[in-house]
């Protein structure tokens, strides 16, 4: 079975800091790993995914992140952290399902908190 | 152009009473899926759709739970005889990909807030 496993579930950081969201993954086939962010009252949107073009994948609003096969990771970074960017962070896994598509399983999240 | 949209985006409901949630995807998008956001459980696969056509069904819950996509386009999640543990968010999400592909993105809608009370 593929899951995923956010480490922290409230990371707390100042303007201007560096962010990081760490994932690992657990997956007996390559995976497809993707970054969602959800804000206050609204669904997820997609802040990047990796699906084996590049080990290093770069997102909107300034985020990337890096598939570490070695370590079963893929952590979320963005050099300078914004207020806009307080919001909750998922990581997720999809493998794919009987008739075609392909099934998201979910970390818990990461609350981030950015404060001045 | 226009996301996927999703109604209501709040339903208060009595225990026992049937909830029907209504989800419109991106147009041209075949592959339409619902998961659930619930503080106990964090968010949960509950039913894909190819189509109109459910091949996997493996999320949803109970019996009390159903779903059906009409026109390739319009889809409801309908919940029978609610019980509290019902409450939670409800989200959609659809993505582009005639035979569905692993690595497609699933574009989500805001999502229902369903309580039970």
């Known amino acids: 079975a593929q899951s995923v496993t956010q480490l922290g579930s409230h990371v707390s950081v100042s303007e201007g800091a560096l962010v990081l969201l760490r994932c690992n993954y657990s997956?007996?086939?390559?995976?497809?790993l993707f970054w969602y962010v959800q804000y206050p009252n609204q669904g997820l949107q997609l802040l990047l995914k990796?699906?084996?073009?590049?080990?290093l994948v770069k997102g909107i609003n300034g985020f990337e992140a890096e598939f570490k096969k070695s370590e079963t990771s893929f952590h979320l970074t963005k050099p300078s952290a914004h207020m806009s960017d307080a919001a909750e962070y998922f990581c997720?896994?999809?493998?794919?399902?009987?008739?075609?598509?392909?099934?998201?399983?979910f970390g818990t999240g990461t609350q981030l908190k950015v404060e001045l | 152009g226009a996301g996927v949209s999703q109604s209501p985006s709040n339903k208060v409901t009595e225990k026992g009473k049937d909830v029907e949630l209504r989800c419109d995807p991106i147009?041209?998008?075949?592959?339409l899926y619902w998961y659930r956001q619930s503080l106990g459980q964090g968010l949960e696969f509950l039913i894909y759709?190819?189509?109109?056509?459910?091949?996997?069904k493996s999320g949803l819950p109970s019996d009390r739970f159903s779903a059906e996509r009409t026109g390739g386009s319009v889809s409801t999640l309908t919940i029978q005889r609610t019980q509290q543990e019902d409450s939670a968010v409800y989200l959609c999400?659809?993505?582009?990909?005639?035979?569905?592909?692993?690595?497609?993105?699933?574009?989500f809608g805001p999502g229902t807030r369903l309580t039970v009370l």
């Open positions: 147009s041209g998008h075949t592959a």
């Open positions: 997956s007996s086939v390559p995976p497809y």
């Open positions: 997720a896994v999809s493998f794919p399902i009987t008739g075609g598509g392909n099934k998201l399983t």
């Open positions: 999400a659809s993505s582009w990909g005639p035979s569905g592909r692993v690595a497609d993105t699933q574009y």
């Open positions: 990796y699906t084996s073009a590049a080990t």
């Open positions: 759709f190819q189509g109109n056509s459910a091949p996997d």
